[in-house]
């Protein structure tokens, strides 16, 4: 079965970035030609009248660059929502070839044994935040900084509806739906954790989000390994992204970082509440000893 599925080679792990890559840009591009156009009257002011044409001098692409930035959030949605159709129709395609080559489908999980990931989803997303904060690494990457002031421009419900819930769901059925699902098939779940992790790091494109992006990527995959199934991941990456977002509008992170043992509290609780958790979840789903192994 391993050979079967490592016939599949580089490129089944290369595709789903072609895909997400090729429709962003066209996403992009129409976002820019709008942007473009609806800013045509200052951009008509900029120009001299008397040239009959418009030149893409630095103050014009000033001008759409800010105008893109503010919308980011916006245009990052709408990139995920274009690429999920996509993603499911691989994903699809993926579980029928599976099934060719006699790889058996997990049993389903009952609901409330997902409800703990809500709450692992929260504790991981303020107590991550806090340190991260606390390293004051943030100060160290201008891109994080400017795309982060750029995602909270945007108007409130955009960025529930976009951060909190398409981008998410868009990721995950990316990097575990598709891409550490076929490492795993291809190299063993002990390798395609760490692997695919590295991935999602690397994709976030600035060290901040790197280093949140790799601790969240071990604990989705390993979240994957355990349920079987994306909807796992999507649960926890939807939490957390939405705890993120609310708790940012709220000034909540401000109001922890006034006093340093309220820090030192949030914290050590979100670190408890995530490790209780982490145990309650591997415990649901250790497998029963023989009589043998307790012997």
């Not at 993603?87 to 060719?100: C, G, I, N, S, T």
């Not at 398409?166 to 954790?193: K, N």
């Not at 796992?232 to 509008?249: D, E, F, G, R, Y």
Request: net charge neutral; glycine share 6%; hydrophobic share 50%.
């Amino acid at each position: 079965m391993g050979q079967n599925m490592k016939k599949r080679g580089f490129f089944s792990l290369v595709s789903p970035f072609l895909s997400y890559f090729v429709i962003s840009f066209v996403v992009q591009l129409i976002a820019m030609t709008v942007i473009l156009f609806s800013n045509l009257p200052e951009i008509l002011e900029i120009t001299n009248p008397a040239d009959m044409q418009i030149y893409m001098t630095e103050e014009i692409m000033t001008l759409i660059l800010e105008q893109y930035m503010h919308h980011l959030t916006l245009v990052t949605a709408a990139c995920a929502l274009c690429v999920m159709p996509v993603f499911a129709v691989m994903l699809r395609r993926d579980k029928v070839y599976e099934k060719q080559m006699g790889i058996p489908e997990r049993p389903a999980v009952s609901f409330g044994k997902y409800l703990p990931i809500i709450a692992l989803g929260a504790a991981l997303s303020i107590g991550f935040n806090n340190i991260l904060l606390l390293s004051n690494i943030r100060m160290y990457s201008e891109s994080y900084q400017a795309t982060s002031t750029a995602f909270y421009e945007e108007n409130f419900i955009i960025q529930l509806i976009g951060l909190g819930v398409l981008v998410p769901v868009a990721e995950e059925l990316m990097f575990r739906g598709l891409i550490y699902r076929r490492m795993s098939h291809m190299a063993g779940a002990r390798m395609a954790i760490p692997l695919s992790a590295v991935v999602f790091g690397v994709y976030h494109g600035n060290l901040v989000q790197g280093i949140y992006g790799f601790v969240m990527g071990c604990v989705l995959a390993w979240l994957y390994e355990k349920y079987g199934s994306t909807k796992a991941p999507v649960l926890l990456h939807v939490t957390a992204n939405l705890v993120s977002v609310i708790a940012t509008k709220a000034d909540f992170f401000t109001w922890i970082f006034q006093d340093f043992p309220r820090i030192a509290v949030v914290t050590a609780a979100c670190a408890a509440l995530g490790s209780g958790i982490f145990v309650l979840i591997r415990n649901m789903f250790a497998k029963p000893q023989t009589e043998s192994e307790e012997l």
